[in-house]
């Protein structure tokens, strides 16, 4: 099932976009945790993790890796198991994933559509010259190709 938006309050928000400040000129990642619904997903909690993209890299590909955490991102697998684990025990579940695009616009890369699941919510906050900037939602489609997807604000 494919939301067409995700709610969220603006305290959400404003922890991706200074998590995403605080990190620059590297990407930053993290959690978004939540419920899925009939029409959308409800955010409930944002959880910042580190980018563990130069420890994990070779994980995801048997390349050597060529780019850093300037442009690239990883959750480490065990901290994704454990907010899995915790989500459930409060019966919430991992419902998306945000990152940053440091000087760069807020539209999926390649790489992270190839990574990207299909029932995951995918935030992406442009920070330009160390500032928040843009932030877009994306999802994918039956053809795992991204579509956007509408923030709205719970106020």
């Given at each position: ?43 409930m ?66 790489c992270?559509?190839?990574?990207a ?39």
């Amino acid at each position: 099932m494919n939301s067409r938006f995700i709610s969220l309050l603006p305290e959400h928000l404003q922890i991706i976009c200074s998590h995403a400040q605080s990190t620059y000129p590297e990407e930053c990642c993290g959690l978004i945790i939540g419920n899925l619904g009939r029409e959308g997903k409800t955010v409930m909690e944002i959880m910042p993790t580190e980018n563990a993209w130069n420890t994990q890299a070779g994980v995801f590909s048997s390349e050597p890796t060529i780019q850093s955490t300037r442009r690239r991102y990883a959750i480490a697998p065990q901290v994704m198991l454990q907010a899995q684990k915790a989500a459930r025990d409060r019966s919430l579940n991992i419902i998306g994933i945000y990152h940053s695009h440091p000087d760069n616009l807020a539209t999926p890369s390649e790489c992270d559509r190839l990574y990207a699941w299909a029932e995951y919510s995918y935030i992406i906050v442009s920070v330009q010259n160390g500032k928040a900037a843009t932030v877009k939602s994306w999802i994918l489609d039956d053809h795992h190709q991204f579509q956007p997807e509408l923030i709205e604000n719970i106020i």
